[in-house]
């Protein structure tokens, strides 16, 4: 049995990433980028492409992404705003099967 705790950890630009590791989903606090349009790339660690999202008006609730056709592993959460600068969170997927 095991006594899993969550735990976010806020960071300069603000952007989360929460359950992380994650399993069957992940949320990302998009918060900072708030009425603006953003993309949000997933890659593996090859750099290869997993899932893109475009959204033209980030809300304020985070964005829930399921990670059902993704493998276990280490990724990178890519968020690029219209205009401004790239930030790149870690992302790990950990299931036990």
């Known amino acids: 049995i095991s006594n899993t705790k969550e735990a976010r950890f806020e960071e300069r630009n603000g952007v989360t990433l929460f359950p992380n590791p994650a399993g069957e989903f992940v ?21 290869k492409t997993i899932k893109s999202i475009q959204l033209d008006e980030v809300k304020a609730a985070p964005l829930k ?11 990178q959460v890519n968020i690029q705003p219209k205009s401004g600068q790239l930030t790149t969170k870690k992302l790990v997927i950990m299931r036990a099967y």
């Open 65 to 75: 992404v399921n990670l059902a056709e993704f493998n276990n592993g280490f990724y």
């Open 27 to 47: 949320m990302i606090d998009l918060l900072p980028y708030k009425d603006k349009a953003v993309n949000v790339v997933i890659t593996d660690s090859f750099g």
